[in-house]
T-cell receptor, first 115, second 112 residues
Framework: DAGVIQSPRHEVTEMGQEVTLRCKPI?????LFWYRQTMMRGLELLIY????????DSGMPEDRFSAKMPNASFSTLKIQPSEPRDSAVYFC?????????????FGSGTQLSVL | QKEVEQNSGPLSVPEGAIASLNCTYS??????FFWYRQYSGKSPELIMF????GDKEDGRFTAQLNKASQYVSLLIRDSQPSDSATYLC????????????FGKGTRLHILP
């Protein structure tokens, strides 16, 4: 298996532009998570899905952020309009639950820079 | 607000010594606990998980859990330069086995 695939690896954009991050989870995994990592705040959970349904989006910073999972093999995280404070590494992770243990498998991340 | 606290480090340990990494968590109902390793510029990878009080050993790694004290630790025996990384502690939220929150991580530096 190729693992969790994220694109793009790097994104540089200007303030006010729309940004779309993409994720393909590991086949057969029924959970998908979006995290954001910064030096100041560490790794923050933004939203997660189970069987394509959003379960908890309480970590989404504000209405500028939205996430979708139209099918089991694809998810997007969109920021519109983007702001410099959105600059971070965005990770997608997928998982199965084994008993009550959730083992996260992370993608390589998208380094987002908003100028 | 659920919190997972770690000393940010850096923690410097001589090669061959034991590295001890610590983590405390605020949610008394948390049931599962994880240690992830993250090399600079890379993504986190799971190295250990534990859910029962006591010790769990896997090779050079030992995870220790004390639910009464809300404390998790990771011991790395015979530390190698390749162990130099940031170690992230993660726990689930009470009643939400599937919601995993992370500490900010401890940077570990193994001195050759």
């Amino acid at each position: 298996d190729a693992g969790v695939i994220q694109s793009p690896r790097h994104e540089v954009t200007e303030m006010g532009q729309e940004v779309t991050l993409r994720c393909k989870p590991i086949s057969g995994h029924d959970y998908l998570f979006w995290y954001r990592q910064t030096m100041m705040r560490g790794l923050e959970l933004l939203i997660y899905f189970n069987n394509n349904v959003p379960i908890d989006d309480s970590g989404m910073p504000e209405d500028r952020f939205s996430a979708k999972m139209p099918n089991a093999s694809f998810s997007t995280l969109k920021i519109q309009p983007s702001e410099p404070r959105d600059s971070a590494v965005y990770f997608c992770a997928s998982s199965l639950i084994e008993g009550y243990i959730v083992k996260l498998f992370f993608g390589s991340g998208t380094q987002l820079s908003v100028l | 607000q659920k919190e997972v606290e770690q000393n940010s480090g850096p923690l410097s340990v001589p090669e061959g010594a034991i590295a001890s990494l610590n983590c405390t968590y605020s949610d008394r109902g948390s049931q599962s606990f994880f240690w992830y390793r993250q090399y600079s510029g890379k993504s986190p990878e799971l190295i250990m998980f534990i859910y029962s009080n006591g010790d769990k050993e896997d090779g050079r790694f030992t995870a220790q859990l004390n639910k009464a004290s809300q404390y998790v630790s990771l011991l790395i025996r015979d530390s190698q330069p390749s162990d130099s990384a940031t170690y992230l502690c993660a726990v689930n939220e009470y009643d939400r086995d599937d919601k995993i929150i992370f500490g900010k991580g401890t940077r570990l530096h193994i001195l050759p």
